[in-house]
């Protein structure tokens, strides 16, 4: 599956962004998809994760209550909606899909976006 992200910016602090991830290739509801995100100068962690059906999500403790993911499997879409953005959100995140289920280790996901750059501006 390709994936694609897009939605990312320049937000000051306490702002709203949503980000997008197109995907195409086999189908996106075989996939439990997640976002993650990676700082300069840090690793790659799970933002938050959401299942093949949209069920079910998952968040990281960090973002929990300010952002939401949800998923359109007819447009083989995903999103993540976060409110009440901190300069400590800026990153550069990325949508990510695994065939197994949801999963808050970046090393349990197979397919990878390219990156999408969020600026929170204090």
Do not use: H
Request: aromatic letters at 10%.
């Amino acid at each position: 599956v390709q994936l694609q992200a897009s939605g990312g910016g320049l937000v000051q602090a306490g702002g709203s962004l949503r980000l997008s991830c197109a995907a195409s290739g086999r189908p996106f509801s075989a996939y439990a998809m997640g976002w993650l995100r990676q700082a300069p100068g840090k690793e790659r962690e799970f933002v938050g994760a959401i299942s093949r059906s949209g069920d079910n999500t998952y968040y990281a403790g960090s973002v929990r209550g300010r952002f939401t993911i949800s998923r359109d499997n007819v447009k083989n879409m995903i999103y993540l909606q976060m409110n009440s953005l901190k300069p400590e959100d800026t990153a550069v995140y990325y949508c990510a899909a695994n065939p197994r289920g949801i999963t808050s280790l970046p090393s349990n996901y197979n397919y990878w976006g390219q990156g999408t750059q969020v600026t929170v501006s204090s």
